[in-house]
Structure formats: C-alpha cells, structure tokens
Nanobody, 126 residues
C-alpha cells in the first residue's frame, strides 16, 4: 500500500512564501510522476505542477508558472512545492499525488493519478 503524507501548509501573507513537502512510503514503481493539485472551497480540484521520476522535467499550470517550483529527492521519496509571491487566490487545500507510469507524457487530470495524500491547507491573507 502506498501512502503519501503532505506537510508544510499554513497561513501566510500575500507576497510571502511556503514550501510544501510530500513523502511517499510503501512499494511503488521508481518510474512515476508526482504532482500537486489544489482545491479551493466550491471549486473542482485543479492541477498545479508535476515532476518526472528523473527530476529533470517539470510541468506547471499557467496560474503558478514563474512563482512555484516543484522538485524531488528520490533518495527520500519526497517531492517539494516551493511557493513564492503567494496570492489570495492560491488559498486552497493542496494535495500531492502519484502516477505510476513508464510513458513519456504529462498528466494533468486528477483522475489520472493512482495515489493521493490527505491534503494540507494553505491560506494566503491579503
């Protein structure tokens, strides 16, 4: 059984920064994509960023490009989301997700991911 545990959420002022972490445990393929999604109240869960197993390729939603950075440490089975220049519209529950794959493609739909964390709240005050 694969488990994903997020941490690092909290309350921050607009313009500030936060770093989220997600650690995976259990047995899973080393070739995978790890992603971050978020869901604000009354909205659908949306894609934020993703990173391939090699860590050399990343994908971002337009709304966070240039402000957020995803990275991973495979030795620790951990993926990070560095969030800078935060805006009030970034307020949401942030989820990490794991997609097992050997394909060279990106995944932006939440239905495409195999495992999910429990989520961590990020609140940006204006």
């Amino acid at each position: 059984q694969v488990q994903l545990v997020e941490s690092g959420g909290g309350l921050v002022q607009a313009g500030g920064s936060l770093r989220l972490s997600c650690t995976a445990s259990g047995r899973f393929l080393s070739r995978n994509v790890m992603g971050w999604f978020r869901q604000a109240p009354g909205t659908e869960r949306e894609f934020v960023a993703a990173i391939r197993w090699s860590g050399s390729s990343t994908d971002y939603a337009d709304s966070v490009k240039g402000r957020f950075a995803i990275s991973r440490d495979n030795a620790k089975n951990t993926v990070y989301l560095q969030m800078n220049s935060l805006k009030s519209e970034d307020t949401a529950v942030y989820y990490c997700a794991l997609r097992l794959t050997t394909l060279d493609r990106w995944y932006r739909g939440d239905y495409e991911y195999n495992y999910w964390g429990q989520g961590t709240q990020v609140t940006v005050s204006s």
